[in-house]
């Protein structure tokens, strides 16, 4: 699902809305959307913020050996989302933030969002998100990935089979999504508790029978995706290039925090031969 390289663009906020207490919907538009690639819903772009001095973010320019970048006093802040979804007939770009306050720069920006206001997003990119043809189909995520399954259950054809697994933090959070009949959708509530300790997705993935072998779409907190990855691999069997396994955040850590381990979780699933997808992340939730 990768693309040819193209500068960052300047977009600027068209509406808000919100989806539920704790996600709120951003659609972005402008000029610079022309020639934004079809068929990406789901994969990830890079946001990058104004610093708090700034009224539109100072975005790289692309030279002959990667991104060039302004001073680091005007260099903008990157967040790594996923696009929820891309609407050619208008333009627009859809994406979806998990609010917690002030705690983190894209949800304190998503907070005060308004129309007309700039943020930079380069890309998409991304692996391919599920294995087309497969059996049956298996989901497993949580609020920060929502955008990353329903683009999976869009693009699935309207016979798929399986089950979407979702774990929310408390009732308010759980959302109407359309999927194809023959998906179960499950949400499990973890009413507060830390999402690092919860074993909610982990026992109910263990408790699905296995008639065949499905593709997995995983993505989420750190913990639980690592859990939940090696049970697949080792007690399932699971083929790694039916698994797209990506730790988006880690229970109360930034993304600047998680960074190093993020990339030793990755360099794991590395190790492993045939293994398909690489990592994302987005702030806590």
């Known amino acids: ?45 890079k946001l990058m913020l104004p610093q708090a001095h700034q009224n539109e973010p100072m975005l790289p320019t692309l030279g002959p050996n990667g991104p060039v970048w302004p001073p680091a006093d005007q260099r903008p802040i990157t967040r790594t989302y996923s696009v929820s979804r891309y609407h050619p007939e208008s333009g627009e770009l859809d994406v979806d933030f998990v609010l917690h306050g002030d705690s983190g720069p894209a949800s304190a920006w998503a907070l005060r969002a308004q129309p007309g206001d700039a943020i930079g997003v380069a890309g998409p990119a991304g692996p391919a998100l599920f294995q087309p043809g497969a059996p049956w189909y298996l989901l497993i995520g949580d609020p920060s990935s929502l955008a990353l399954l329903t683009a999976v259950l869009r693009a699935l054809s309207a016979d798929a089979q399986g089950e979407v697994l979702i774990e929310v933090p408390d009732e308010g959070e ?4 359309a999927h194809p009949a023959g998906m179960r959708l499950r949400w499990l509530v973890r ?22 072998t499905p593709s997995v779409t995983l993505a989420g907190e750190s913990a639980q995706v690592v859990a939940i990855r090696d049970f697949l691999l080792q007690q399932r069997q699971l083929p790694r290039r039916q698994l797209y396994a990506v730790p988006y955040w880690r229970d ?34």
């Open 252 to 285: 109360c850590y930034t993304e600047e925090a998680y960074h190093l381990e993020r990339h030793r979780i990755m360099d794991e699933l590395d190790a492993v031969p045939n293994q398909v997808p690489e990592t994302v992340t987005t702030e806590p939730t």
């Open 1 to 45: 699902m990768s693309t040819p390289r193209t500068p960052p663009r300047l977009l600027r906020v068209i509406r808000t809305v919100d989806l539920s207490p704790q996600m709120r919907r951003i659609t972005l538009g402008g000029p610079a959307m022309a020639g934004f690639p079809l068929g990406m819903d789901g994969s990830h772009i």
């Open 174 to 177: 759980i959302q109407a999504l």
């Open 191 to 212: 009413h507060g508790a830390p999402a690092g300790e919860s074993r909610l997705l982990l026992d109910a993935v263990a408790a699905l029978p296995w008639p065949a």
